[in-house]
């Protein structure tokens, strides 16, 4: 959808003030309350598709409202600020599954699962890693094999984010070995469905407590030939290219969470006096808060610009992407140790943001790729293949 730089900058103000709006009023005062639970409400996914958020950069024609990617990374970023579980749900339903059903689904699947998925009617799920299978996605050992006109899967997936409440399930399995590697494909599977378990981890992360993290069991699930994403083989590039899509949205959370804790180390630090003096008035504390600004507003930065060339379809996008989500999450990680001693012991004590913001960064580190992996990503990408 193509929008004069007035109608875009209109957009993203008005989305921004939304998602602003939404998140200190409808998730900032729960946010504590629901890690505690270890659940997101469903009331609250079915808000976000109220405000268009589930929707937001789909097509008009399967129920979205085609915002850019630099609008709907506002999204991430305001909800990012106050709750990393329900940024977390968004990464993964619309970043990680509609989207990619958007770019490589076929009309008719469009047509059959985006306008759900836009609403929040189903929720979906993105079933990419094993115990065995993690940075290195090429060892997936699920299977799928061909009978008749269905695909057979058997195996198993870990940390599927959403899972446990999901209707549809993005999974990617082997179909065969091509010259040594394995040749993945990419299937959607409607839930609940005979032959794919979601069973709980039987461990208590250490962020993300709200969400929904399970280990799927794949055993003799039957899946017919027209829920395949794509061609038999495609399912490395289509997993790939799903993960732009969600990496951006780990990289504008982050940026958010990065702001949460420089809010709340500022409102301490004018608030909080020792030794006669607001704390804010130490030269100490007033370098921590600077260098918190200074690395937020400079992963803001590359997040938007990571965001604008995935609009302008540019070449270089899976770096800037990259580069957005380490920079930020690295940046975020930074901030949120320095809130911890800034707040003292208030930002140790459980039931603080800041001490929510301290765990949940950990997964942002990890997820859609480790930051050793952005690094590796990155630095191929500027020297080149062995044989350049
Ligand atoms: C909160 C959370 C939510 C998640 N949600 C999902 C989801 O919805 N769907 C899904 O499919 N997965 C999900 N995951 C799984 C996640 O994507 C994997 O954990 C991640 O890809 C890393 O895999 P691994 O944990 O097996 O680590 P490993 O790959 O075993 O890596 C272990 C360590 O070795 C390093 N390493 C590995 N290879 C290299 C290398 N070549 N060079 C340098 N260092 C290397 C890694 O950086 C890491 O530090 C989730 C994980 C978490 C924590």
Redesign the pocket.
């Known amino acids: 959808m193509s929008r004069s730089a007035d109608e875009h900058a209109d957009l993203l103000a008005s989305v921004r003030e939304r998602a602003r709006r939404f998140a200190d009023e409808d998730v900032a005062p729960h946010a504590g309350e629901w890690d505690r639970a270890g659940e997101l409400p469903r009331a609250i996914i079915e808000r976000m598709g109220e405000l268009g958020f589930l929707a937001g950069p789909l097509p008009t024609t399967h129920g979205g409202s085609g915002w850019d990617n630099e609008t709907f990374a506002s999204v991430y970023e305001e909800i990012g600020r106050v709750c990393s579980s329900t940024r977390g749900f968004l990464a ?1 339903h619309t970043g990680l599954v509609s989207q990619c059903l958007e770019d490589h689904g076929s009309d008719a699947q469009k047509a059959r699962w985006l306008p759900s998925l836009a609403t929040g009617e189903r929720i979906g ?5 094993e115990e065995g299978a ?3 996605v090429s060892s997936i050992a699920t299977t799928a094999r061909a009978q008749g006109d269905h695909w057979i899967l058997d195996g198993s ?1 870990t ?3 959403n899972a446990g409440v999901a209707d549809l399930a993005l999974l990617f399995a082997r179909t065969n070995e091509a010259g040594g590697r394995a040749e993945l494909t990419a299937f959607v599977v409607e839930l609940p469905c005979a032959g794919f378990t979601a069973e709980p981890l039987g461990v208590e ?1 250490l962020g ?1 407590r709200a969400s929904d ?1 399970a280990r799927l069991v794949l055993s003799g699930l039957s899946v017919p030939d027209d829920q395949r994403l794509g061609a038999v083989g495609e399912g490395f590039k289509i997993a790939m290219s799903a993960l732009d899509h969600g990496r951006l949205g780990v990289a504008a959370g982050a940026v958010g969470l990065g702001r949460g804790c420089l809010e709340e180390a500022v409102t301490h630090s004018r608030e909080r006096r020792q030794f006669g003096q607001r704390i804010g008035d130490f030269q100490m504390v007033q370098a921590d808060l600077a260098d918190m600004y200074s690395e937020i507003e400079a992963a803001s930065a590359l997040v938007g610009r990571a965001a604008r060339a995935a609009d302008a379809g540019a070449s270089d996008v899976t770096r800037l992407t990259s580069a957005a989500k380490l920079f930020a999450t690295e940046a975020a990680q930074r901030a949120a140790n320095k809130a911890v001693l800034l707040l003292g012991n208030r930002g140790y004590g459980s039931g603080h943001s800041v001490e929510r913001h301290y765990r949940d960064i950990q ?1 942002l580190r ?5 930051n ?2 952005h690094r ?1 990503i990155i630095g191929r990408s500027l020297v080149g293949k062995p044989s350049d």
Request: charged letters at 10%; a negative charge.
């Open positions: 993964v799920c993105y079933g990419l890693t993690g940075s290195d997936k940390w599927i984010t992360p993300h993290h997964g990890i997820y859609e790729g480790t050793h992996i590796l």
